[in-house]
């Protein structure tokens, strides 16, 4: 069975500060998505890494797959407020039509 | 067209009620969710529909019931629902086979009283 896992689960940062959030996954998938999550709101699509080394960059955020490893990072640089949010990581569980969703990553930037 | 809409946005029934969640993409996607999302957890899958068939329960209580009239549109029938079952409903479609994720509707906020 698939299980995905974040950490942090919580995350507190300074603006300007930069910091990674991990994602690892238990057995082989080839798709591997990064929700963001604003409170009381839908999922925005950030990423996503369809092969081993894959990388996406979009603003500040940069997000990369290590297909052998099983380990998917989202990576924040400069961090600003406008980044406050919950950011999910999402596997697909291959064969089928299900994502599995990750604990997620609650971001917070202080001004 | 590339969103999923879904109605209505907020829901408040009651125990005894009956009310339906609706959900409509028209991006030629052949496959439709549903996700349950509790505050400050993860989204989970309740139900997937593939090319207008049920392919996927997740365990789900009868008190939801899903329904997929046609590739376009996706309901979700609630009947008897418990206070524990108030969360964020979310649907979702993709192309065959999940390859490039979902897109996700606005989500309905469903409060039981």
């Known amino acids: 069975e698939l299980k995905v896992e974040q950490n942090p689960l919580f995350l507190s940062m300074q603006e300007g500060k930069n910091y990674t959030i991990y994602c690892n996954y238990s057995?082989?998938?080839?798709?591997l998505y990064w929700y963001r999550q604003d409170p009381g709101k839908s999922l925005e699509s950030l990423f996503v890494l369809l092969s081993n080394g894959a990388v996406k960059q979009e603003g500040r955020l940069m997000a990369s797959l290590d297909t052998k490893a099983r380990l998917s990072t989202l990576h924040i640089t400069a961090a600003v407020h406008d980044l406050s949010a919950t950011y999910f990581c999402?596997?697909?569980?291959?064969?089928?039509?299900?994502?599995?969703f990750g604990t997620g990553t609650r971001l917070k930037v202080l001004a | 067209d590339t969103e999923v809409t879904q109605t209505p946005k907020h829901l408040v029934m009651g125990m005894t009620n009956k009310k339906s969640l609706k959900c409509e993409q028209h991006?030629?996607?052949?496959?439709m969710y549903w996700y349950k999302q509790k505050a400050k957890k993860p989204p989970e899958l309740m139900f997937v529909y593939s090319y207008e068939k049920l392919s996927i329960n997740e365990s789900v209580p009868s008190r939801f019931s899903p329904e997929c009239p046609n590739s376009s549109l996706l309901n979700l029938h609630l009947h008897a629902l418990q206070p524990e079952d108030s969360a964020l409903y979310l649907c979702?479609?993709?192309?065959?086979?999940?390859?490039?994720?979902?897109?996700f509707g606005s989500g309905t906020r469903l409060t039981v009283v």
């Open positions: 999402a596997a697909l569980y291959s064969g089928t039509y299900k994502y599995i």
């Open positions: 057995t082989t998938s080839d798709r």
């Open positions: 979702a479609s993709s192309q065959a086979r999940a390859n490039y994720g979902y897109t």
């Open positions: 991006m030629g996607h052949r496959a």
